[in-house]
């Protein structure tokens, strides 16, 4: 049960009215005979808690003389016996077993050891080690130093003392010193300090560890985690991801295990099993929440879709309910989104892959473009080299001074020469970045439907300026102005989403506190019946209007009085375009480099590319942002979009992509 003064996180309570000797008996009638009743048995072990199956246990013994675990085994198999033998087990016991299990036979599951270690506290570590010995009658320390090496093995070993500081007292002058250690261990020097991280990593407490991590984004300009995956390497880089994970959320941390436990084909039977039963009296409704909340649908649902029989039905009894029905938001989840958007008010350099070429020299590199293009075949490889490694800026020269050498329109030579997605990448690379997103827009407007979802992405993410220059290039490109074709192409609430946006015109000043807590509260106000007041209407006013230094104010405080992140609230209340314009304007408040990772990795997942969004983001993002985007692009999918494109694309427009990624993380 919880500790005193904390709210119990559990799916699994004590039973009311538990009675040992009756359960015992329950049990014994359900596997006597030929076969087994396994619905009664899993209905009578996952309603009791861990301490009470213990004590059924006991009385199982007392009156039959019998061991349960042992009657258990013979009568279940596969992966319900395995999950029903696991709830069984004190839960010290149940990791002394997790871990005998990852060091035993050949080879050795790392990332059970991972799991285990980076999560446990101090005195669950202390009764994991008393627990293995009385169980094995082996050292655990001795036993993991025999089965793993190098900086793994010490953090390793670090962990298993249980010896983290626990002193909720922090002092500001050591989180500082800290995080200028961690940056001098690992970014600023040749190698790897890697015993810097161990020290730091493995003994200072949560709280402390937490304010290292915000001081080190603002002196590093990139997340812990980001530096982590570049200075260390194989299962010590896991471990340290995994320690920093549970340091800033263990819920997320598991959440994000048991969601890769599910996706793609096959499950993992063993880790879902192990946390779904080794955190159902800990922080299962945290862990329920920041899943539903991260991954868009609940955790009873993906269990259900993933899993099937009495196996099923077990781990749906674990997991306590289904968060898509009840759609509530609890407190740890509510705790992580608040941190996701300290973290978002932290300035970062936002750095392009495309920088202006030294040396550069505009009449040659349009020599260089009309010996590509002259004569029987095309030089894609050489316009490639020339336009992909040349600043915007750079390429209006070259196009002027192949005007002034050749007489030729470059433009119409390219559009002659390409074709395909290559040629769609060159030529918008040629454009200003403005004449691009007009272009772009009116090809989302004109003909027979709407492509809401650039219309979104480009009036969405763009500032004041980039807005206005876009005003200019379309007026200048299509004689008409941009805001009458959103108007005549679009309709209602999000017309009016869009119209506002085209103005250019929102706010760029501070934060105003007083201001942010009434802004919150116009957003959370679900009982005005005022139509000229609507949902909708309020949240346009601020949205659209508001700078972002005050709309991450604005979206604190709209946390603390609901308990709930506005991007889920949006999700909930409102639909279609409306819903998806304003969640693009929250997620670019929050963190747009991440947003633009997002729509680049649905743009590649799955069969199929979609080329357009690739493109287009490709090019419009490779002189601001794209540096950013790789790296949280790495965070988010545990691959780079470098790696990606190579897979997903194919000749010399992958050629191009690649050139303008910059690189490989």
């Known amino acids: 049960m919880a500790p005193q003064g904390k709210v119990y996180r559990g799916s699994v309570k004590d039973f009311q009215g538990f009675d040992a000797n009756q359960d015992a008996e329950a049990l014994y009638n359900a596997m006597k005979g030929f076969g087994s009743d396994k619905e009664a048995i899993l209905d009578l072990i996952t309603s009791r808690s861990n301490k009470q199956r213990v004590e059924i246990c006991q009385a199982y013994k007392s009156l039959y003389g019998k061991d349960l675990i042992a009657d258990l085994k013979y009568e279940l198999t ?13 839960p010290a016991y149940g990791d002394a077993k997790e871990i005998k299990d990852a060091i035993s036979g050949v080879g050795t599951d790392e990332k059970c050891l991972i799991e285990i270690l980076a999560s446990r506290t101090n005195q669950e570590i202390h009764d994991l080690v008393a627990a293995y010995k009385d169980a094995y009658g082996r050292d655990l320390e001795a036993d993991i130093v025999g089965d793993t090496s190098g900086h793994f093995k010490k953090m390793l070993v670090v962990l298993l003392q249980g010896a983290r500081e626990e002193d909720d007292v922090v002092s500001e002058d050591l989180v500082e010193q800290d995080a200028k250690d961690l940056l001098e261990a690992g970014e600023l020097k040749w190698g790897t300090d890697e015993a810097q991280f161990i020290y730091i990593l493995g003994r200072r407490s949560r709280q402390h560890l937490r304010l290292v991590f915000d001081e080190y984004l603002k002196i590093a300009g990139k997340p812990i985690e980001r530096s982590i995956r570049g200075e260390l390497s194989g299962d010590f880089e896991k471990l340290m991801l995994a320690v920093v994970k549970c ?41 329920r929440e ?48 608040y941190r996701m958007w300290e973290l978002s008010a932290v300035k ?11 040396d550069f020299n505009d009449d040659g590199d349009a020599q260089v473009l009309r010996k590509a293009m002259k004569g029987l075949g095309t030089d894609e490889g050489a316009i490639i080299e020339v336009v992909t490694k040349r600043s915007n800026a750079q390429r209006q020269q070259i196009i002027k001074a192949y005007k002034a050498h050749y ?14 997605s290559l040629a769609k990448l060159i030529l918008g690379l040629m454009l200003t970045p403005a004449q691009y997103d007009a272009k772009q827009l009116r090809k989302a407007v004109e003909g027979a439907g709407t492509d809401e979802s650039v219309l979104i992405e480009i009036m969405a993410t763009r500032n004041n300026q980039e807005i206005r220059a876009i005003n200019e290039a379309y007026q200048e490109a299509y004689h008409k102005s941009l805001e009458d074709d959103l108007s005549s192409d679009t ?8 119209v506002s946006l085209a103005l250019g015109n929102r706010d760029e000043g501070p934060e105003n506190l007083t201001q942010a807590h009434e802004d919150a509260k116009k ?28 709309l991450r104010r604005v979206f604190q405080e709209f946390i603390k009085m609901t308990n709930h992140d506005v991007e889920h609230a949006i999700k909930k209340r409102m639909s279609g375009d409306v819903r998806d314009a304003f969640v693009a304007i929250v997620r670019s408040v929050k963190n747009k480099p991440a947003f633009f990772a997002d729509k680049l990795y649905k743009s590649m997942k799955g069969a199929g590319t979609d080329e357009r969004t690739l493109t287009r983001i490709m090019i419009s993002r490779s002189e601001i942002d794209l540096f950013n985007i790789r790296g949280e692009f790495i965070d988010l999918f545990d691959k780079s979009l470098h790696h990606m494109i190579e897979k997903d694309t194919s000749g010399d427009y992958r050629k191009a992509l690649l050139a303008l990624c910059g690189g490989e993380d």
């Not at 596969?78 to 004190?90: A, N, Q, T, W, Y």
Request: some cysteine; aromatic content about 8%; glycine content about 8%.
């Open 78 to 90: 596969g992966k319900f016996e395995r999950l029903i033998v696991s709830l069984m087990r004190p």
């Open 247 to 287: 340091i800033r959320s263990k819920a997320e941390y598991f959440a994000e295990r048991l969601y890769k436990a599910m996706k793609g084909l096959g499950t993992r039977d063993n880790t879902l099993i192990r946390i779904m039963v080794s955190r159902s009296e800990i922080d299962m409704l945290d862990i």
């Open 290 to 337: 920041v899943f539903r909340t991260k991954y868009e649908k609940s955790l009873y649902n993906m269990i259900k879709e993933d899993t099937s029989g009495e196996y099923k039905k077990a781990l749906l009894k674990l997991c306590g309910g289904d968060d898509d029905a009840a759609g509530e938001f609890f407190p740890e989840a509510a705790q992580v989104a």
């Open 348 to 358: 970062v350099e936002l750095r392009g892959t495309v920088q202006p070429a030294g």
């Open 407 to 420: 007489g030729r329109d470059l433009m119409a030579d390219l559009k002659s020469e390409l074709s395909g």
């Open 491 to 498: 309709s209602g609430h999000f017309k009016r989403i869009l």
């Open 523 to 550: 957003l959370a106000d679900v009982s005005s019946n005022d139509s000229s007041d609507s949902l909708e209407t309020r949240f346009l006013s601020i949205l659209c209007t508001r700078s972002y230094p005050h």
